[in-house]
């Protein structure tokens, strides 16, 4: 006397040594041990880490990772080269081209000071001194 | 056999990609997933296929697995999505998996044990294989792995009153059978 699964079982035992080796097969390519992976975090600390924030969260990581790189290349693609002669003005400008700006600019300045009118001198304030200093002459004084 | 999905598995140390527990738990399963898929689609290099994606995908996506303890079933469920997917690519019209029926509650939930007599072996096997396949699955993981009615439903992605129906009509179809027989 069997039971429904045993008789099940029992009907496809003929593929239990193509089953082993499939799954020795699986686990070989296909689990990803933690362990070798980490064999140079000497501290504890620094394996919970790896386990807990990074290993676990690889998948989203690199997804991350992937967005920023495609980010970056758009990026670069929109700006595209940057013309060389926009680069290159302030440094080929002749040094003559500088010098005359700078005269013109002296002398600009000087004519500015000469027909400007002298500044009037500041007249002294009305009251000779802050509010709170002046006395009134028929102010109570006390002794 | 309830208490084949209470038995100690080692999901903790296969959640941390540990080979040794991975082992331990495709060992343990792939028997019974082989023959569910096999006799699902009757073919068996396709089954050791379907197997082997099966374990694969296991391994990548055991973070998606929300109870430890719904280990089996999960594991079940990933085999028959992989059963459909097939069923799908070869005929894509049908898909005898899926079939919609009217639910109606079991008259005959009886779970128990049901002893085979060794002359009556033949006739069970030939009988689960004559089933429509969407019965046969229920059959298939009420015995190999006695998951409860709602894990089957999660399983086969179907009602739970589904599986009660289905369970039932299959059952009784397989001891008329074996009472002609004898």
Redesign the interface.
Known sequence: ?????E???A???G??M???A???????E?????DALEPRLASGGLTVFW?QFVW?GRWAWSGLALAWVTILGLHLAADGPVPLTARSVPAERPAGDLRLALTEQARLRASLLESSPPLAPQTPRRGGGPRSEKRLPNSPTTA | ?AMLEQESLPIAAAR????EA??AL??RY???L??YV??LTGD?EA??DI??ET??SA??HV?SLRADHKFGSWLFGIAHQKCLQRWRRLRPDSIPLEEVEASEPAADPDPS??????EQ?EA??TG?SQLTPAHRAVL?LH??E?FPLEDIAAVTNTGVGTVKSRLHYAKRALRQRLERES
């Open positions: 006397m069997k039971t429904p699964r008789l099940l079982l009907r496809h035992a593929a239990r193509r089953l082993d499939l799954r020795r097969e699986v686990v070989a296909h689990v990803c041990p933690l386990r676990s | 056999m941390e990609g540990r080979p991975w082992d495709f060992r792939q028997m019974p082989y023959a096999c006799e068996g089954s050791l197997v082997q374990f694969i391994a990548r973070g044990e049901w002893l085979i007599r060794r072996e069970f096997l689960v298939l015995y190999l006695d």
